[in-house]
C-alpha cells in the first residue's frame, strides 16, 4: 500500500533517490545478516514497485508473493554478479516474468500452442509511460517507496492514520471521520499535519 501512497505524493522517475542503502556485494557473499536484512528490505521494495507501477489491479497478496518468489530467486546470483545494483536490476526483471508467469496462469484466451499475448497486451497490465518501464526507473521507484515507508511510521498515529485511510485505501474525508470517529472538519487539519510530518521525515531534496 506504501507503494500507492508514493505515487499519489512523489514522481520517483524524475527524481533522484535520497538516502539510498549502501549494500556491497561482498557483504552477500560473507553472509553478513545485517547486509542480508538491508538488501531483503531494499530488493522487496523494488519488486513492489514493479507490481505496483504493471499490475495494480492484481491483488496486495499476489504482489506479496511476487516479491518474495523474485527476491528468492536473486539470492541464487549473488556469487554471479558483479555489485549490488545488479542484484536490484535483476529483481525488476524476474519480477516482470513472474507477473506474466500468473497472468498466464489466468488466462482465459490463448492463441496457437498454449501461447499468450505479450506483458502489456494481458488483460489486467496498465499502459505506462516507456521510461516508467526501465529498470532504473523501477529500482528508484523502489527505493523511493522504502524511503517513504520507513517516514510514514515516525507519523504521529493519530495523523498518520488518517493519511494511511485517505491515500491508501482511497477512503473520502466523510468515511473515515465515520470510521475513526472524528469530527469531518478535522479531517483535512489532520491530513494537512500528517503529510508536513511526513516530509519532515524525509531526507533532504525530497518535494
Not at 526483471?93 to 502489456?120: P, W, Y
Request: some cysteine.
Amino acid at each position: 500500500m506504501v507503494q500507492r501512497l508514493a505515487c499519489r505524493l512523489f514522481k520517483p522517475a524524475s527524481q533522484q533517490a535520497q538516502g539510498s542503502v549502501d549494500i556491497e556485494i561482498e557483504q552477500l557473499r560473507a553472509n553478513d545478516r545485517t547486509a542480508w536484512n538491508r538488501a531483503f528490505e531494499v530488493l522487496y521494495a523494488i519488486s513492489l514497485s514493479v507490481c505496483c507501477s504493471t499490475a495494480s489491479t492484481m491483488n496486495r497478496q499476489d504482489h506479496e508473493d511476487v516479491a518474495i518468489e523474485a527476491v528468492t530467486e536473486v539470492i541464487d546470483y549473488v556469487e554471479r554478479v558483479g555489485s549490488f545494483e545488479e542484484c536490484k536490476r535483476l529483481v525488476v526483471t524476474i519480477s516482470k516474468n513472474r507477473l506474466l508467469d500468473r497472468f498466464r496462469s489466468k488466462a482465459t484466451v490463448k492463441h496457437g500452442a498454449g501461447q499468450v499475448d505479450s506483458l502489456e497486451q494481458q488483460e489486467g497490465f496498465e499502459a505506462v509511460d516507456h521510461n516508467q518501464r526501465q529498470p532504473d526507473a523501477l529500482v528508484l521507484a523502489g527505493e523511493n517507496a522504502m524511503i517513504l515507508k520507513r517516514a510514514l511510521l515516525g507519523v504521529p498515529e493519530q495523523y498518520r492514520l488518517v493519511v494511511e485511510e485517505f491515500y491508501l485505501r482511497g477512503l473520502t474525508q466523510q468515511q473515515i471521520a465515520d470510521r475513526l470517529g472524528l469530527k469531518i472538519g478535522s479531517i483535512g487539519v489532520y491530513l494537512d499535519r500528517g503529510l508536513k510530518a511526513l516530509r519532515q521525515n524525509l531526507p533532504p531534496g525530497w518535494p
